[in-house]
């Protein structure tokens, strides 16, 4: 006599499957009560710090700017959605995290060298109408972004455009020939 073993197989993989897709939806009450917890204190925690580090964490991103930013959601995240990680042990990530922001913008604020290091240097794209090619090439900036950047800001033809410079941020700043003046502004620019 043999014995049919495979309906309790598949009635074992039918409530599985259904266990799974429970899971998939809702796991415990517990989980969701750390997440209302833990979220709290992660997103008072977050503002404290953003509060310490000053306006340059909220102000226009440059690329370093920008990574950090991208690091803070990501560990943010990490300590709302992994119960691996401990409300304490987030905490100091984030900590290190604008700690290490504030001391690269205390010394790239000091150091030149260093800021050139950690941050682009702006680049004029054109000057008094003419576009500079290798400028633009460099930048990987198209002609049609300078001529949007113009347009933009009220002026109709490049040759009422005294500068266009690709800023640090990645931001295009419009000099009319009118508002040039001595050009001071536009000094140490390449």
Not at 31 to 42: H, M
Not at 142 to 152: H, K, Y
Request: proline residues 1%; glycine residues 10%; charged residues 15%.
């Amino acid at each position: 006599m043999s014995i049919d073993t495979e309906p309790d197989a598949h009635l074992a993989h039918h409530v599985h499957g259904i266990g799974t897709e429970t899971l998939m939806w809702f796991d415990s009450w517990a989980d969701l009560g750390r997440i209302l917890i833990v979220g709290v204190a992660a997103y008072v925690l977050i503002v404290c710090v953003l509060r310490v580090s000053g306006k340059r964490t909220l102000s226009q991103l440059n690329a370093f700017d920008f990574i950090v930013t991208v690091a803070l959601g990501s560990t943010l995240a990490t300590i709302l959605l992994s119960s691996d990680v401990s409300w304490s042990e987030g905490a100091l990530a984030l900590a290190l995290l604008a700690g290490l922001q504030l001391g690269v913008a205390l010394i790239s604020s000091r150091v030149g060298g260093f800021r050139r290091l950690v941050t682009a240097r702006p680049a004029v794209v054109l000057t008094h109408g003419q576009m500079h090619g290798d400028a633009l090439r460099k930048n990987r900036l198209a002609e049609s972004d300078v001529l949007q950047a113009t347009r933009s800001s009220g002026i109709g033809g490049v040759e009422l455009t005294a500068a266009v410079v690709l800023e640090a941020n990645g931001t295009l700043s419009v000099i009319s020939e009118q508002q040039f003046g001595t050009g001071s502004a536009l000094q140490h620019l390449q």
